[in-house]
């Protein structure tokens, strides 16, 4: 566990920190910090080591872009500090950091992150950084040296680091300090500082205390370090490259103050789709609205299963989202366990509260798929079906979870994604190869006739695949094709407990094949049976054996075929493996089409065949082979004859 390997060999208490400037409405990937910081408090706290968790809010740094659902009339404030600015019209925050960050820090609870939240305003007001700000500019120098040594960024000699809140135009980010008499600060609002905004030019002196001003970030990353007594704060990859601004701030630290830096946990971006994301620009999903779509303990999962040094790269198409949650499950099932502890300790670090992932899930493909039948009482159906009943905390998860199924259905499903129940058996049937029409019909006559429940449904699914026999994949295909007309669906047993079993039943018998196509699909020769008894030698169980002919008949014929015939004769041998699992090998002994034969001697030399075939097995695999009395006939009509 990657939480593990980093509080490795930590002893004392730790003070853990992270922070964000709201720039814009804060995007998902801020999350990422949050919660990678948030799984090593709790790891700490596991293994019994005090630790404390603080977030803060950077919202002293100044407006230096209009955010994307900002109005035009917020440009005038450009250069203001983000707490000094009024809050959008309609909005209930006191200012525009207020009303950008309260969405964000609402989703802490629901993710049961337990910090404790600080905003700089207050740091800056209270005179908390006082003494952090007088001995940064007292060695403005050494500041200076180290921008040219560690980040080659020459600074001029009168270039002090501290952004003075103008007296005359309430501007942060358009002033310059040139000048520290221990005292007071000497600066310059300047028209031409920056791009973004345009300062007043007023030139003056102030005291620097007391929230007259602020540090540039990477000292106020220094001084943070140094005032809260940080131990460990990660930070996105770009701030830890070499020579960047962690290095900057980690080296005004040792020099100006003696400390050693906090811990770091570098992590890597969090990408939607592929795209990097920003508030400022409104680039990216809000952390809001996935924390409104995904329930917590998935949300939770999303990002702190993966390592700080890999990158979550998240998607909302059908595929994703279908794994995530089906991964989720697993981890929940798995740690059900007695020796589980891996997953039973990241099953710690993604709940929200000791109960809310101790239930029992319900596939999210299945919901998907059940909101969209007709006439469903989803949440009533599942209450019915499941054996042991749901307790309040399932209840509780599966609201949490057809709400989350409702919403990406509303939101990001495509068409191709949604599905239908078929009326009518859907004409794209016909493209199924006659294997997959096959099995369809023998799932129709094998149905149970009452509902046995989803893992029965599962297995007799399983089950009639190994007997046509036919891949698993191509099996479920075509369940979902003739039910949905869709390549794909939700899992195949659980589908059937909420479908009508006359429906199911005669859905797949009324799906056609032709048997002397079916058999010329799955038919095997006399090696590859060989080679496949071979691959399994010492693990039969037992072995039977059917000899069947199918006689193809054209229309001119009689049915009761005395002249001529063409068609096929096979010897199908069931076999049970020491697993418990019967397969099916059809092997191709006969191909009638083209010879002079009545049915009776076609039937014969199958016999004849057949057993000669069958004892050489018992001599090759020393397997006994019990044969049914009376061969199997079918009679089939050309098509188009």
């Known amino acids: 566990?990657?939480?593990?390997?980093?509080?490795?060999?930590?002893?004392?208490?730790?003070?853990?920190?992270?922070?964000?400037?709201?720039?814009?409405?804060?995007?998902?990937?801020?999350?990422?910090?949050?919660?990678?910081?948030?799984?090593?408090?709790?790891a700490l706290r596991d293994k019994g080591v005090e630790a404390i968790y603080q977030y803060g809010i950077d919202d002293y740094d100044p407006l230096d872009g209009l955010p994307a659902d900002a109005a035009s009339s917020l440009q005038a404030y450009m250069g203001y500090p983000l707490c000094n600015i009024p809050a959008p019209a309609g909005s209930k925050a006191t200012d525009l950091a207020d009303h950008y960050i309260s969405e964000f820090l609402n989703i802490f609870p629901e993710l049961g992150v337990e910090a404790q939240v600080y905003r700089m305003r207050d740091i800056y007001?209270?005179?908390?950084?006082?003494?952090?700000?007088?001995?940064?500019?007292?060695?403005?120098?050494?500041?200076?040296?180290?921008?040219?040594?560690?980040?080659?960024?020459?600074?001029?000699?009168?270039?002090?680091?501290?952004?003075?809140?103008?007296?005359?135009?309430?501007?942060?980010?358009?002033?310059?300090?040139?000048?520290?008499?221990?005292?007071?600060?000497?600066?310059?609002?300047?028209?031409?500082?920056?791009?973004?905004?345009?300062?007043?030019?007023?030139?003056?002196?102030?005291?620097?205390?007391?929230?007259?001003?602020?540090?540039?970030?990477?000292?106020?990353?220094?001084?943070?370090?140094?005032?809260?007594g940080i131990t460990i704060e990660g930070a996105g990859k770009d701030h830890c490259t070499k020579g960047g601004s962690r290095d900057v701030a980690a080296r005004c630290l040792k020099e100006i103050f003696g400390d050693s830096p906090p811990l770091n946990v570098p992590y890597e971006f969090f990408l939607v789709s592929g795209a990097k994301m920003s508030s400022s620009k409104g680039v990216g999903m809000a952390a809001r609205e996935i924390a409104h779509f995904l329930p917590p303990e998935i949300l939770r999962f999303l990002i702190v299963r993966t390592p700080p040094k890999r990158t979550v790269n998240?998607?909302?198409?059908?595929?994703?989202?279908?794994?995530?949650?089906?991964?989720?499950?697993?981890?929940?099932?798995?740690?059900?366990?007695?020796?589980?502890?891996?997953?039973?300790?990241?099953?710690?670090?993604?709940?929200?509260?000791?109960?809310?992932?101790?239930?029992?899930?319900?596939?999210?493909?299945?919901?998907?798929?059940?909101?969209?039948?007709?006439?469903?009482?989803?949440?009533?159906?599942?209450?019915?079906?499941?054996?042991?009943?749901?307790?309040?905390?399932?209840?509780?998860?599966?609201?949490?979870?057809?709400?989350?199924?409702?919403?990406?259905?509303d939101n990001y499903a495509s068409e191709e994604d949604r599905i239908e129940l078929q009326a009518n058996l859907p004409a794209a049937a016909a493209e199924l190869s006659h294997s997959q029409r096959a099995f369809l019909h023998l799932l129709g006559e094998n149905f149970p006739k009452d509902s046995p429940g989803e893992e029965a449904y599962q297995k007799l699914i399983f089950d009639t695949a190994r007997l046509t026999p036919l891949d698993q994949k191509s099996a479920f295909t075509a369940i979902y094709r003739v039910l949905l007309d869709q390549p794909q669906g939700p899992k195949g047993g659980a589908l059937f407990v909420y479908l009508d079993r006359e429906f199911l039943v005669q859905r797949f018998l009324e799906v056609n094949f032709s048997r002397d196509a079916f058999w010329r699909e799955s038919g095997i020769s006399v090696k590859e049976c060989e080679d496949w008894l071979s691959k399994h030698r010492g693990q039969t169980l037992s072995a039977k054996a059917d000899y069947k002919v199918n006689a193809l008949i054209s229309a001119k014929d009689a049915p009761d075929m005395l002249g001529e015939i063409k068609g096929k004769g096979v010897i199908e041998l069931q076999v049970m493996l020491a697993d418990k699992k019967t397969y099916r090998l059809r092997v191709l002994l006969r191909d009638f089409e083209g010879e002079e034969s009545v049915l009776d001697s076609a039937v014969a030399s199958l016999e004849a065949q057949g057993k000669e075939f069958l004892d050489g097995m018992n001599r090759l695999f020393g397997i006994s082979i019990g044969t049914a009395i009376k061969p199997v006939v079918y009679r089939e009509y050309e098509v188009g004859a």
């Not at 930590?10 to 814009?24: A, E, F």
């Not at 600066?187 to 791009?195: A, E, G, N, Q």
Request: proline residues 4%.
């Open 1 to 42: 566990m990657w939480f593990e390997k980093i509080i490795e060999g930590l002893t004392g208490p730790q003070l853990i920190n992270d922070s964000k400037t709201p720039s814009g409405r804060v995007h998902v990937g801020s999350l990422r910090g949050v919660l990678i910081h948030d799984a090593i408090y709790r």
């Open 125 to 228: 007001r209270s005179g908390r950084f006082n003494q952090a700000i007088d001995a940064i500019l007292k060695k403005s120098d050494v500041v200076r040296k180290i921008y040219a040594e560690v980040s080659h960024a020459a600074r001029p000699e009168d270039w002090y680091p501290f952004q003075v809140i103008c007296e005359h135009c309430g501007k942060i980010g358009t002033t310059a300090v040139t000048a520290y008499d221990g005292k007071e600060v000497t600066y310059h609002c300047k028209t031409d500082l920056v791009s973004w905004a345009q300062g007043c030019g007023h030139q003056g002196k102030v005291s620097p205390f007391d929230g007259r001003g602020k540090l540039p970030w990477k000292l106020e990353w220094t001084a943070k370090w140094h005032t809260f």
């Open 314 to 409: 998240f998607s909302t198409d059908f595929e994703y989202i279908v794994r995530l949650f089906n991964e989720h499950d697993r981890l929940v099932q798995k740690a059900r366990r007695e020796q589980a502890p891996s997953e039973k300790k990241m099953l710690r670090m993604i709940e929200v509260d000791p109960a809310s992932t101790a239930y029992h899930p319900i596939g999210f493909q299945l919901l998907i798929a059940l909101l969209q039948l007709p006439h469903i009482d989803v949440e009533y159906e599942i209450q019915k079906r499941t054996e042991e009943g749901l307790t309040g905390q399932d209840k509780e998860n599966l609201k949490k979870r057809l709400s989350a199924a409702a919403y990406w259905l």
